[in-house]
């Protein structure tokens, strides 16, 4: 619950409270507002807003008003209308998975995605949005216009009618797929030999291996529990959801962001950041044997590591680096042109070589067509969870989450499932379960 200092007799003297109309009442433009204190404080912040401010418009005060007395009836009706729209973007921004990830919007109505470097103007979301204005007509708000922190990341607004945000929604996947194919073939990751070729490819050669032995050091060292998730959708709401709820009880790190190649995988296992400047990563080979040597905190017992395959050759070099434990294969499905199916289904069958534990998306036919052969394979379908219960392979629980899309529902059964074999207990899981996204 949130609680406020205004609710303590020693403190309401203390605390002023600001508070507007635009969100809670999707009056964005009006502006109007109102504060909230005691009368010795607002008294002495009258004394500076009357010198600058006039008052608001009175238009926007009688519709304040009006907000005020009537809300009640109707804003239930509109939290509902936005859950829809909400989750219809969720849906849309599932489908981009491999060009951007996000965290679910439980207030107002933006939701504000993270653009992955695979995008070339990722680091530049200024120029991004002017780009997307000009190629497919969508207007967003840059992330940077938030402040350093937003770079990177787009602003988008589901407070528009339905329609204006499907074609919205139908406008952003059209500029993603046409910039793949603008600017980026299939990754290749060189080997070794071919990086030693030049002196700065020896240079980095020698970083990449003194990383690589560090990250498998550490996992041997710690003796941790490696749950890995591979798949073209929804990685990042998979890894969220088995982390938080594994952390209810042990010790856990995930992946940093979409850490999940040649050079991110073994970041995330040392829980190091990728360096951006030139300084950095001169430093790097140094950081990755001090997180070896003298870890900044307490070893985690699991490990929950994305996998970004993409070929056979990616399953065989990132299982060399770590191999997973146990392996969820979420769906296969997406719209990126430059993906080869066929490839990135041998890739993860190479990974799931070593995996103990399988748990398999089997209701996507490109999961369900892999060719693995495990004493210890788990199906996950989506038949097995509802609004209100989710089903496990040895019990049924209760949970009272939203859960905005396909990649949600395939998280939560998958966490619960994991949570099972490991043997948490059922308070722990209900715990988790009983809390929203």
């Not at 002196?199 to 550490?218: D, M, P, Q, T, Y």
């Not at 890894?239 to 042990?250: E, M």
């Not at 430059?338 to 089997?362: C, D, P, R, W």
Request: net charge positive.
């Amino acid at each position: 619950k949130h609680f406020t200092p205004a609710l303590m007799k020693e403190g309401r003297d203390h605390v002023i409270r600001i508070y507007s109309f635009s969100k809670a009442f999707a009056m964005t433009g009006w502006r109007v507002g109102f504060l909230h204190g005691s009368e010795r404080n607002v008294s002495r912040i009258l004394r500076y807003h009357d010198s600058l401010v006039t008052c608001a418009p009175v238009v926007s005060q009688y519709a304040a008003i009006a907000a005020l007395r009537y809300a009640p009836e109707v804003v239930s009706d509109f939290k509902k209308l936005y859950l829809v729209r909400r989750n219809l973007s969720i849906a849309a921004l599932d489908d981009l998975s491999h060009v951007l990830d996000y965290q679910t919007p439980r207030a107002s109505y933006f939701v504000f995605p993270r653009i992955k470097d695979v995008v070339a103007l990722s680091h530049d979301s200024r120029r991004l949005a002017y780009d997307i204005l000009d190629r497919v007509g969508l207007a967003l708000v840059p992330g940077v216009a938030f402040g350093p922190s937003g770079e990177s990341h787009l602003r988008i607004s589901f407070g528009r009618e339905t329609k204006s945000l499907e074609e919205g929604l139908q406008r952003l996947r059209e500029y993603f797929v046409g910039e793949q194919k603008r600017t980026r073939q299939p990754a290749k990751i060189q080997d070794l030999n071919t990086l030693k070729n030049s002196k700065n490819g020896l240079v980095k050669s020698i970083a990449l291996s003194i990383l690589k032995w560090a990250a498998k050091s550490f996992v041997q060292r710690n003796d941790c529990i490696v749950i890995g998730i591979a798949g073209t959708r929804g990685k990042t709401v998979l890894k969220r959801t088995v982390a938080n709820l594994l952390s209810q009880k042990f010790s856990v790190r995930a992946s940093i962001l979409s850490y999940n190649t040649e050079i991110g995988l073994p970041l995330s296992i040392l829980g190091i950041k990728s360096p951006q400047n030139d300084f950095d990563k001169i430093l790097l080979p140094l950081r990755a044997l001090s997180e070896l040597m003298m870890p900044s905190s307490a070893p985690p017992k699991f490990l929950i590591l994305e996998y970004g395959i993409r070929s056979i050759q990616d399953g065989k070099i990132l299982k060399s680096i770590c191999h997973p434990d146990i392996l969820i294969v979420g769906s296969l499905s997406t719209f990126d042109p430059n993906m080869n199916l066929n490839e990135i289904q041998q890739g993860i069958v190479e990974l799931a070589g070593s995996a103990k534990t399988l748990y398999l998306f089997s209701d996507d036919p490109l999961v369900a067509g892999l060719k693995l052969d495990h004493h210890t394979k788990s199906e996950i379908k989506l038949s097995n969870i509802t609004e209100t219960e989710v089903k496990s392979a040895n019990s049924s629980y209760k949970h009272s989450r939203q859960l905005p899309g396909e990649s949600y529902k395939l998280a939560l059964l998958s966490a619960v499932n994991i949570a099972e074999q490991l043997g948490m207990d059922r308070k722990y899981i209900e715990n988790f379960l009983e809390q929203d996204l």
